[in-house]
């Protein structure tokens, strides 16, 4: 059972789950080839200690690769953003979609090209927390945005179709003119530190 499976609320269920992406493991990838290739000639040539020690330095770096994919979790719920990396020493978040001011796609050249980048999840109180490797991430930020605007929608048990979205207390950056939240510290829009208005 995954992290986020055994951490769910009553009533909610995960709708979408992200993952890492294979390029940024693609030097250990190599790496690990490449002691496989030593441990093989070790084997041709019958000398023994050269495939343990291949072997030896291949088995811990695909295992390594395999721990890091497989314990990090991307979520999302009805009523949640939860994120989940590391295994020996982890890192989580989980914020309510109601706290969730943005999500902040960052993607370098070879980011586009294969498609994977870095999500930062900024709260309502300016908190700005970011995830590196993630496979798809506008997808990701596509996906929290439609469950924030179902929940918006939503409201004791009403339909989409039926009801108006909740009115958000909103005010405008004083730097680009965007509307933030009242609450914000961090334009969503500009970047800019601005004072929460009380």
């Not at 294979?22 to 250990?28: H, I, M, R, S």
């Not at 030593?38 to 200690?49: F, K, P, R």
């Not at 994977?116 to 945005?145: A, C, K, W």
Request: glycine letters at 8%.
């Amino acid at each position: 059972m995954s992290y986020t499976e055994s951490h769910l609320l009553n009533g909610e269920k995960i709708t979408y789950q992200g993952r890492l992406h294979w390029f940024p493991f693609l030097p250990a990838y190599l790496l690990g080839g490449a002691f496989i290739l030593v441990a093989l000639a070790g084997v041709v040539i019958e000398t023994w200690w050269l495939t343990i020690v291949g072997l030896a330095a291949a088995i811990p770096t695909f295992v390594w690769t395999y721990i890091t994919k497989s314990t990090s979790e991307f979520s999302i719920t009805n009523k949640r953003v939860v994120i989940k990396v590391g295994f020996i020493k982890r890192r989580t978040l989980e914020t309510m979609l109601s706290k969730v001011e943005t999500i902040g796609v960052e993607q370098s050249l070879l980011g586009r090209v294969f498609d994977f980048g870095t999500i930062v999840v900024v709260g309502t109180g300016g908190t700005q927390e970011p995830f590196h490797n993630l496979s798809d991430p506008l997808e990701f930020r596509r996906q929290v945005q439609s469950e924030v605007s179902a929940n918006d929608a939503l409201d004791d048990g009403g339909s989409v179709s039926s009801l108006p979205s909740k009115p958000r207390d909103e005010r405008e950056c004083p730097y680009c003119a965007e509307l933030i939240l009242k609450k914000a510290r961090v334009c969503k829009h500009c970047d800019r530190e601005v004072e929460a208005a009380i």
